[in-house]
């Protein structure tokens, strides 16, 4: 088993910022994909970013330029810097984590944390 534990979220004015962090622990490998998704009010959950354990990204066209998501593997911790944003950034942000590489492996999710953006 592998526990999430995500921090940062919080209340911020458009156009600002906020960290999120998200600490991994239990079974982990050392090949991981690590990422955050969100889900708004009547929406589906989304990818907003994920970064496998050698340091591929990919983002979510709506947050390119304005997120960087980063890992400290040694730490087993991924963060989402996000910047310039926006009210349809408001969401509840889940960090995920898949084991190995693919779709076949065990995929793991945080509690989530709340971002809202006032504007």
């Known amino acids: 088993q592998v526990q999430l534990v995500e921090s940062g979220g919080g209340l911020v004015q458009a156009g600002g910022s906020l960290r999120l962090s998200c600490a991994a622990s239990?079974?982990?490998?050392?090949?991981?994909?690590m990422g955050w998704y969100r889900q708004a009010p009547g929406k589906q959950r989304e990818l907003v970013a994920r970064?496998?354990?050698?340091?591929?990204?990919n983002y979510a066209d709506s947050v390119k330029g304005r997120f960087t998501i980063s890992r400290d593997n040694a730490k087993n911790t991924v963060y989402l810097q996000m910047n310039s944003l926006t009210s349809e950034d408001t969401a509840v942000y889940y960090c995920n984590l898949r084991n190995g590489l693919g779709a076949s492996g065990s995929m793991y999710w945080g509690q989530g944390t709340q971002v809202t953006v006032s504007s």
């Open positions: 970064i496998i354990s050698g340091g591929m990204t």
């Open positions: 239990g079974s982990i490998f050392s090949i991981n994909t």
